[in-house]
């Protein structure tokens, strides 16, 4: 299974090259813990996220503008292995107040990680991401991200680390964004959690941007499993002056064989 799982890192790891050097708004506000479904399972998830107070001028001409802006999408997963699943993000869509509604396009991706992950005191995986994007979403129209997952669980506490790195296809290796987001939580109970999440945009790897000019957002979250569905709250607070000031994010997961 290792051998399985590092063969078919590497090869989505080769085909993947470099950077987005724009601070872009995001569908999917999540810090991965490893978790994947069962072979066979097929998952469903609607990721949304609301801007209260955000920066009022486009990342780059023609892009959406992030105040008052709603992002979100629908992602639809598959359980192919005990180690890896497969998942489809479409629709991606926005409504904003300089362009009403929009599709923002669409993109797949591989997960691939050690299976139990709930069950391991040290758990790990890797995400890659490929998109398509509208010109108002992203000024390059395919972009990617790779997502190491690394955590520890000593329960109740876990942290979970995802370094995350973006890229355009656009520049090579060295102008690769590093994004990582980070997560501590108390598990009060199997059904309840409660996290602290830090999402970063730090800049390329080359050379990071001054730290007034990056992006940082602390995150209150709070998560709670039934069985109609998963569900995750979070409230967000832009920590620099190129954050937004405050976004509010809603996540929620239904198991698709569940009667």
Known sequence: ???????????????????????????????????????????????????????????????????????????????????????????????????GATINGGKIRFLFAAPNAADRTFFYGANFEFSYNSRHWDPMRFTSEIRPIVGWRYHPFEIIINPILDNSFAGGFKNLEFVPATRLAYNASAKWAIAVEEYGDIGPLREFRP?????????????????????????????????????????????????
């Open 211 to 259: 730290m007034a000019e990056q992006s940082h957002q602390l995150y209150g979250v709070l998560d709670h499993s039934s069985k109609l569905f998963d569900i995750e709250i979070g409230i967000g607070f832009g920590l620099t002056p190129a954050s937004d000031k405050l976004n509010i994010k809603l996540l929620l997961l239904r198991n698709l064989n569940k009667n």
């Open 1 to 99: 299974m290792h051998r399985a799982f590092a063969r078919s890192s590497a090869i989505i790891l080769i085909l993947w090259i470099a950077p987005v050097l724009e601070f872009a708004q995001t569908d999917e506000i999540q810090v991965y813990d490893g978790s994947i479904a069962s072979p066979g399972q097929f998952t469903l998830s609607l990721h949304n996220n609301f801007t209260p107070a955000g920066q009022k001028t486009p990342a780059f001409p023609g892009g959406l503008i992030p105040d008052k802006s709603l992002n979100g999408v629908t992602e639809w997963a598959y359980g192919v292995t005990r180690w890896f699943e497969a998942g489809l993000y479409l629709p991606l869509y926005s409504i904003s107040k300089n362009r």
